[in-house]
């Protein structure tokens, strides 16, 4: 029991060196609240209202990275004044992605359904968000963002992604995109696609592992791409179920067919490529 007491006290000791995931997902909400009152706990109806809860966020973000300098390298200080000036940029792109959701959706009923209830939405939010962060070279936050995110839509996005405009994720559950994904403009996502990577090895941690996406292309329920080297061409369509792990170039539609000759013989299984180029 007193070695347990020891390596507790340890680990209790060194905790306080990170942030805790309450204060963490607390300002993730608030910066998701300022831009979106859907999700604000107070509606800031003047703009000296909006100006005070910028600097307010802007002062607790200082103070998180100032705290926790080994997270990061630089001026803590410079940092969440630069996230904050560019957080302009998320709250377009959010609304881009807003309209292609809404604009992809028969279902949907109004921008603000989408906003509300769609978990696509809040996932890519989470995303954005924690992006602008992790371009500064900020460790572990952006990470805790997009697992908080994670935990609520089953959506799971590396903060490390490259994003494009008017990203539509649909229904979205179980979806994976890697850390060194790269998805173009206008791309749309189903449940259970997996965008990640052939090989797992730690040597291999600073090298492009997950695919490319084009411009265009629609993927769709539980389409697993996997490796750096896959590029999916831009206008392309990719059916439910298939499994790839070499590029497809522009123009084609990708689907899974399956052949029953006989109760007495074996499934025959065959992926059909048809390029439209």
């Known amino acids: 029991m007193n070695s347990l007491i020891k390596k507790l006290s340890k680990s209790h000791q060194d905790c306080p060196q990170c942030p805790s995931p309450k204060l963490i997902h607390t300002f993730f909400e608030s910066v998701l609240g300022l831009l979106f009152p859907d999700f604000a706990s107070e509606i800031l109806k003047e703009e000296e209202q909006v100006a005070e809860k910028i600097e307010e966020l802007k002062h607790k973000l200082s103070q998180v990275l100032l705290r926790n300098k080994h997270l990061y390298k630089g001026d803590g200080i410079e940092i969440a004044n630069g996230f904050f000036d560019n957080l302009e940029r998320v709250y377009d792109l959010l609304i881009q992605d807003v309209q292609a959701l809404y604009d992809g959706d028969p279902a949907a009923k109004s921008v603000t359904e989408i906003i509300r209830c769609y978990p696509g939405f809040y996932a890519v939010a989470a995303y954005r968000i924690a ?137 025959t299984d065959t992926y059909i490529i048809k390029n439209e180029g």
């Open 131 to 267: 992006h602008l962060l992790h371009s500064y070279g900020v460790t572990l936050i952006p990470r805790m963002i997009t697992e908080y995110s994670h935990g609520r839509t089953g959506v799971d996005i590396h903060p490390g992604a490259k994003i494009g405009e008017r990203f539509c994720i649909d229904h979205g559950t179980g979806i994976v995109i890697g850390e060194t994904t790269v998805i173009g403009n206008c791309v749309k996502i189903y449940q259970g696609v997996t965008l990640g990577a052939l090989s797992v090895d730690k040597e291999d941690a600073d090298k492009k592992r997950h695919p490319t996406i084009e411009d265009d292309v629609v993927i769709y329920a539980g389409a697993t791409i996997l490796g750096g080297n896959t590029v999916i061409g831009r206008n392309s369509t990719i059916g439910g179920n298939v499994w790839i792990t070499k590029s497809v170039p522009a123009n084609s539609k990708i689907y899974y067919q399956a052949k029953m000759y006989n109760p007495d013989l074996d499934q």
